[in-house]
């Protein structure tokens, strides 16, 4: 019996996010209304697609199509949303032997991607994947050129006390020698995300570079995904914002979203430090086991975050183009370039 791919409807929209919450490739960003926001604040036509052997979920591939002029264009996960992995996610597999289990795979991406070419016929596809989706032959065999890029995860299994210890001296210092009565760090809402998000971009500005993420973007996931996904942190000194980071929590890890960019306030705290640090207690205390500090691929700010001893860990970023589109994807470098 070989695989139906289609559009999602009915029960598989009903039950999309419970696949997601089952497979190991899923993410926040991959639960339906996630989807259904970020096509509308990019412009973008959802397409859920869904590969069924008989009335088993083998695996889900959400997609964005983005139309420029008379060009038909694919990506997962849109472009500028600084959304950091989408791409398929994977069910029903783990128990099977490897070559049933790379058939399968594999058969379903050549399905889904095939699907897209009758359907879209897109001149440029964009993708980017999670590293825990770590078999990508079936994409290069499909002509896909694969693009390694890198993220550096905390583990935090290991408890709060020996976390710390492993951090190096001056982030171990600037989290101790700060005064508990200087500052405060606490979970906001709509009014914090403003403010976070705001921070970011007009620190990008500063630095030439387009911040496309809204807060409206965010407002709309946070008061719409389950409570507790979406954590807008902020630290203030005297009741005055000074900085925050956005967490997404999801399953077992804690990702740090967007914030944690440099304040034009002046104090003497390590205000990241601190975040992060808050950050990182109250995922160990909620039981996750990993911090995703979200990119790792900044000469500059990878000074910043190799402070908290990460490990490196690799994601995917792939791209198809048609014959005469290679301009097209010079337009969409920052895609590449969003974490």
Request: aromatic content about 10%; glycine content about 8%; charged content about 30%.
């Amino acid at each position: 019996m070989s695989i139906e791919v289609r559009r999602a409807t009915g029960d598989d929209v009903h039950g999309w996010d419970a696949f997601v919450e089952q497979s190991p490739h899923g993410n926040a960003f991959h639960q339906y209304d996630a989807l259904e926001i970020q096509a509308a604040h990019a412009g973008a036509e959802l397409i859920p697609l869904v590969g069924r052997k008989g009335e088993e979920v083998v695996g889900l591939f959400p997609m964005f199509r983005i139309d420029k002029g008379p060009i038909a264009t694919v990506f997962s996960p849109p472009p500028e949303l600084r959304v950091a992995y989408l791409g398929p996610v994977l069910l029903n597999m783990d128990h099977m032997k490897q070559r049933k289990r790379e058939g399968r795979h594999h058969e379903f991406i050549d399905d889904c991607l095939e699907w897209v070419r009758d359907e879209i016929r897109p001149r440029y596809t964009h993708i980017r994947l999670d590293g825990r989706y770590d078999d990508l032959r079936a994409f290069s065999w499909n002509d896909y050129a694969i693009t390694p890029q890198y993220t550096y995860h905390v583990d935090l299994s290991p408890g709060a006390d020996d976390v710390f210890m492993s951090f190096s001296s001056d982030a171990r210092s600037n989290i101790r020698n700060a005064p508990d009565d200087a500052y405060t760090i606490e979970e906001g809402g709509p009014e914090e995300i403003e403010q976070i998000v705001e921070q970011v971009a007009s620190r990008y500005e500063a630095q030439g570079i387009s911040y496309r993420s809204t807060p409206s973007f965010v407002k709309d996931l946070y008061t719409t995904l389950p409570e507790g996904q979406i954590r807008p942190y902020v630290l203030r000194t005297d009741g005055e914002f000074v900085g925050g980071i956005l967490a997404v929590d999801y399953k077992e890890t804690v990702s740090r979203w967007q914030g944690g960019v440099r304040t034009d306030v002046d104090t003497d705290l390590a205000v990241n430090d601190l975040l992060d640090w808050h950050i990182m207690r109250d995922a160990m205390d909620r039981g996750r086991t990993t911090y995703d500090l979200v990119g790792a691929n900044n000469r500059r700010i990878n000074r910043y975050k190799a402070k908290f001893n990460p490990e490196l860990h690799p994601f995917y970023s792939l791209e198809r183009n048609a014959a005469g589109m290679k301009t097209l994807a010079h337009l969409y470098k920052t895609i590449r370039e969003g974490v």
